[in-house]
C-alpha cells in the first residue's frame, strides 16, 4: 500500500523560509518520480516542482529562485526547501507520485500540509 506522508508545514512571516518533508512507502522510492503541489482556497491545485528518479528538477515559474525541490533515496523522503515566502505561497501542499501497471496509471496523494505566510 503506498502512502505519503507530509510533514513540516506551519506559520512563517513573509521572507521566512520552511523546509517540507514527504516520507513514502510502499513504492520503488528511488525510481518514483515525485511532486510538490499547492492548493489555495478558491483556487486549483497547482504543480509547485517536481523532481524525476534520475534527480531532474521542474518549477514553476512564481517558485523559481526562492524554492529547492530535493530526495533522499536513503529515507525514501523528498523535500522542498521554500525560502523568502510570500503570502501568495500560502496553501496546503501536497506531495504526490504515481505507479503504473499494464499501462494503467494510479496517482497516490499525501493528505497535506498546511503553509500559512503572514505578511
Known amino acids: 500500500q503506498v502512502q505519503l506522508v507530509e510533514s513540516g508545514g506551519g506559520l512563517v512571516q513573509a521572507g521566512g523560509s520552511l523546509r517540507l518533508s514527504c516520507a513514502a512507502s510502499?513504492?520503488?522510492?528511488?525510481?518514483?518520480?515525485m511532486d510538490w503541489y499547492r492548493q489555495a482556497p478558491g483556487k486549483q491545485r497547482e504543480m509547485v516542482a517536481s523532481i524525476t528518479g534520475g534527480g531532474s528538477k521542474n518549477y514553476t515559474d512564481s517558485v523559481k529562485g526562492r524554492f529547492t525541490i530535493s530526495r533522499d533515496n536513503a529515507k525514501n523522503t523528498v523535500y522542498l526547501q521554500m525560502k523568502t515566502l510570500k503570502p501568495d505561497d500560502a496553501a496546503v501542499y501536497y506531495c504526490?507520485?504515481?505507479?503504473?501497471?499494464?499501462?494503467?496509471?494510479?496517482?497516490?496523494w499525501g493528505q497535506g500540509t498546511q503553509v500559512t505566510v503572514s505578511s
Open positions: 504526490k507520485t504515481w505507479t503504473w501497471n499494464r499501462s494503467r496509471r494510479t496517482d497516490y
Open positions: 510502499g513504492i520503488s522510492f528511488s525510481v518514483n518520480a
